[in-house]
């Protein structure tokens, strides 16, 4: 067994899975992949090329690396190594995005000035090939490379090579994956498959699974969620053909609605402040606000990584839901009159969520006011009806009880996390830090030392990011790194004292009189000891 089909056995162990047979099989493939990433682990970036070897369906893998410095050589070798035929390697000077925007200055305003810059890139582009002397017909692999920028960067240069790719093999549809998500056989065919009869559908997504659920608690706690409430998120926006959000690891979009929307998604801004965290959901939502059908493949299976860590899973789920509310509450009113009217309750549940709930269980826990009863009944009755869910609409679903007994303590750990996280979320949604580093063992040591570079801040609108409350530079000596701690996850720390004290209080009431003090002391006695433990936590245990 091969070292992907390992992987994905463990993003799929003890879930039972139907896969539709695919027409890719028998008919001339329709798509074409590209793959992003930045300093990632070499074992893992392997594992990951190597999915796309034996995908159906693609036509051509493109594969783009933010990154040109030393450190950075070892995922162009690792690409070479596992496509040694037909394949290539070209070096930007200049990322395209910074042609794009200097060409946006330049030029008058105009309604086709955002069609002439994405042509006048994928001239830049094919001069670029002309020149290196590479010819698309002679390879089937591509690897591009560009001094770092970030995310949003590299993905505008490969979705631009993407667009030379298509017109010239006369693609209709470009797979978008990261370099840590891994593909099986019939990923890229069973997604592409649901959209091919439809002209209106500009794009969709498959269904994840977490690759390394074995790793510790914590990631098995995550396989259990995406379990259970990726697919409920995905599949019913998805049936009236509104999907919020194609998912960065597993996204399908159509060529000719993707060229027009590229540049306003890499130069939006929310209130003076360029956006980046959210650079998959704007994507859907440029889609959607130029009336396209975006879907969600369920039979379509993709396996990403889930952080291993709690200060990792934590960034990562604030940045999400930072995103979710950008574009929920500022960036997409237009959407809601276009599309079913679910998507508009569905962002007015996620913004009065974030505030009331939090701030019901604090009121509760400090003075003992309570707004309404919470009984353990209540996610007793959620569970089961994920589970009967699962059971009868699901098509990967646990097939061993052991499986199943997961996800009561995945959705416990979920829903109590995830309040907090909302909160924070929506308080900080301006904030343009990402978070995560990346996972080379060079990136992981500076980040707990506190020197992550995770992003440049010398091109493509990176400036603009100033605001909120991680923009202020932080030092790499120990005070500062306590204090970048404290940003980031220190909201994380009062909540889960306000939450230990709720459920203390909770207790007490039903042993002692109200009247008499014992359940306040109590409360914010364990508040208190939770505060403490929590923090040693913060700043020794999360580094």
């Given at each position: 067994?091969?070292?992907?089909?390992?992987?994905?056995?463990?993003?799929?162990?003890?879930?039972?899975?139907?896969?539709?047979?695919?027409?890719?099989?028998?008919?001339?493939?329709?798509?074409?992949?590209?793959?992003?990433?930045?300093?990632?682990?070499?074992?893992?970036?392997?594992?990951?090329?190597?999915?796309?070897?034996?995908?159906?369906?693609?036509?051509?893998?493109?594969?783009?690396?933010?990154?040109?410095?030393?450190?950075?050589?070892?995922?162009?070798?690792?690409?070479?190594?596992?496509?040694?035929?037909?394949?290539?390697?070209?070096?930007?000077?200049?990322?395209?995005v910074d042609l794009a925007l200097e060409l946006s200055s330049s030029l008058p305003e105009s309604q086709n000035k955002d069609d002439h810059i994405i042509a006048?890139?994928?001239?830049?582009?094919?001069?670029?090939?002309?020149?290196?002397?590479?010819?698309?017909?002679?390879?089937?692999?591509?690897?591009?490379?560009?001094?770092?920028?970030?995310?949003?960067?590299?993905?505008?240069?490969?979705?631009?090579?993407?667009?030379?790719?298509?017109?010239?093999?006369?693609?209709?549809?470009?797979?978008?994956?990261?370099?840590?998500?891994?593909?099986?056989?019939?990923?890229?065919?069973?997604?592409?498959?649901?959209?091919?009869?439809?002209?209106?559908?500009?794009?969709?997504?498959?269904?994840?699974?977490?690759?390394?659920?074995?790793?510790?608690?914590?990631?098995?706690?995550?396989?259990?969620?995406?379990?259970?409430?990726?697919?409920?998120?995905?599949?019913?926006?998805?049936?009236?053909?509104?999907?919020?959000?194609?998912?960065?690891?597993?996204?399908?979009?159509?060529?000719?609605?993707?060229?027009?929307?590229?540049?306003?998604?890499?130069?939006?801004?929310?209130?003076?402040?360029?956006?980046?965290?959210?650079?998959?959901?704007?994507?859907?939502?440029?889609?959607?606000?130029?009336?396209?059908?975006?879907?969600?493949?369920?039979?379509?299976?993709?396996?990403?990584?889930?952080?291993?860590?709690?200060?990792?899973?934590?960034?990562?789920?604030?940045?999400?839901?930072?995103?979710?509310?950008?574009?929920?509450?500022?960036?997409?009113?237009?959407?809601?009159?276009?599309?079913?009217?679910?998507?508009?309750?569905?962002?007015?549940?996620?913004?009065?969520?974030?505030?009331?709930?939090?701030?019901?269980?604090?009121?509760?826990?400090?003075?003992?006011?309570?707004?309404?009863?919470?009984?353990?009944?209540?996610?007793?009755?959620?569970?089961?009806?994920?589970?009967?869910?699962?059971?009868?609409?699901?098509?990967?679903?646990?097939?061993?009880?052991?499986?199943?007994?997961?996800?009561?303590?995945?959705?416990?750990?979920?829903?109590?996390?995830?309040?907090?996280?909302?909160?924070?979320?929506?308080?900080?949604?301006?904030?343009?830090?990402?978070?995560?580093?990346?996972?080379?063992?060079?990136?992981?040591?500076?980040?707990?030392?506190?020197?992550?570079?995770?992003?440049?801040?010398?091109?493509?609108?990176?400036?603009?990011?100033?605001?909120?409350?991680?923009?202020?530079?932080?030092?790499?000596?120990?005070?500062?790194?306590?204090?970048?701690?404290?940003?980031?996850?220190?909201?994380?720390?009062?909540?889960?004292?306000?939450?230990?004290?709720?459920?203390?209080?909770?207790?007490?009431?039903?042993?002692?009189?109200?009247?008499?003090?014992?359940?306040?002391?109590?409360?914010?006695?364990?508040?208190?000891?939770?505060?403490?433990?929590?923090?040693?936590?913060?700043?020794?245990?999360?580094?």
């Amino acid at each position: 067994m091969s070292s992907v089909d390992h992987l994905m056995e463990k993003g799929l162990a003890g879930i039972s899975t139907k896969q539709k047979s695919s027409k890719a099989e028998t008919s001339k493939p329709e798509c074409m992949a590209a793959v992003i990433g930045y300093r990632e682990d070499a074992d893992l970036f392997t594992q990951a090329l190597e999915s796309y070897s034996r995908a159906l369906g693609c036509e051509f893998v493109l594969v783009g690396i933010d990154g040109d410095e030393k450190e950075d050589e070892y995922m162009i070798e690792i690409f070479k190594k596992v496509y040694p035929k037909r394949s290539a390697v070209i070096h930007l000077d200049t990322p395209l995005v910074d042609l794009a925007l200097e060409l946006s200055s330049s030029l008058p305003e105009s309604q086709n000035k955002d069609d002439h810059i994405i042509a006048s890139c994928i001239r830049v582009v094919r001069q670029h090939l002309h020149e290196s002397n590479i010819s698309l017909h002679d390879i089937r692999y591509l690897c591009v490379h560009q001094p770092h920028m970030h995310k949003k960067g590299i993905m505008f240069t490969t979705f631009i090579l993407s667009l030379v790719i298509t017109q010239t093999f006369g693609l209709e549809w470009i797979w978008s994956s990261d370099s840590d998500t891994i593909v099986d056989r019939n990923t890229i065919s069973s997604t592409t498959s649901i959209c091919t009869s439809d002209n209106d559908v500009g794009g969709a997504c498959a269904t994840l699974v977490i690759h390394n659920r074995d790793d510790n608690l914590l990631t098995r706690l995550s396989a259990a969620v995406y379990l259970s409430d990726y697919y409920l998120a995905r599949s019913f926006p998805s049936s009236f053909a509104a999907n919020e959000c194609q998912s960065g690891p597993c996204a399908l979009f159509r060529a000719s609605a993707l060229a027009p929307i590229l540049l306003p998604w890499y130069t939006q801004t929310v209130m003076g402040r360029w956006m980046r965290v959210n650079e998959d959901r704007h994507l859907t939502t440029l889609l959607l606000r130029r009336g396209y059908r975006v879907l969600y493949a369920a039979d379509a299976i993709a396996a990403t990584e889930s952080p291993p860590t709690l200060r990792r899973w934590l960034l990562q789920q604030v940045r999400w839901s930072r995103a979710c509310h950008v574009e929920g509450l500022l960036a997409a009113p237009a959407i809601y009159v276009l599309h079913h009217p679910v998507l508009f309750l569905n962002a007015v549940r996620r913004a009065l969520g974030a505030v009331a709930i939090p701030l019901s269980v604090s009121a509760y826990a400090l003075t003992g006011y309570a707004t309404r009863s919470l009984a353990g009944a209540d996610m007793c009755r959620r569970l089961l009806v994920i589970c009967v869910y699962l059971v009868l609409r699901s098509p990967c679903r646990p097939r061993k009880w052991t499986e199943w007994l997961w996800l009561l303590p995945g959705q416990a750990m979920f829903s109590i996390a995830a309040q907090g996280i909302q909160l924070w979320a929506l308080i900080t949604m301006l904030d343009g830090d990402w978070g995560t580093c990346m996972r080379a063992s060079t990136e992981v040591h500076a980040d707990a030392v506190g020197e992550s570079n995770a992003d440049s801040t010398e091109s493509g609108l990176q400036g603009n990011t100033k605001g909120g409350l991680l923009a202020s530079p932080i030092g790499t000596g120990r005070k500062s790194r306590v204090r970048r701690r404290a940003q980031e996850i220190g909201f994380f720390v009062f909540w889960i004292g306000l939450v230990v004290g709720a459920l203390v209080r909770a207790w007490a009431s039903g042993s002692y009189a109200p009247d008499d003090g014992i359940p306040t002391l109590l409360a914010f006695g364990c508040m208190m000891m939770t505060w403490l433990g929590m923090a040693w936590w913060m700043v020794v245990v999360s580094n």
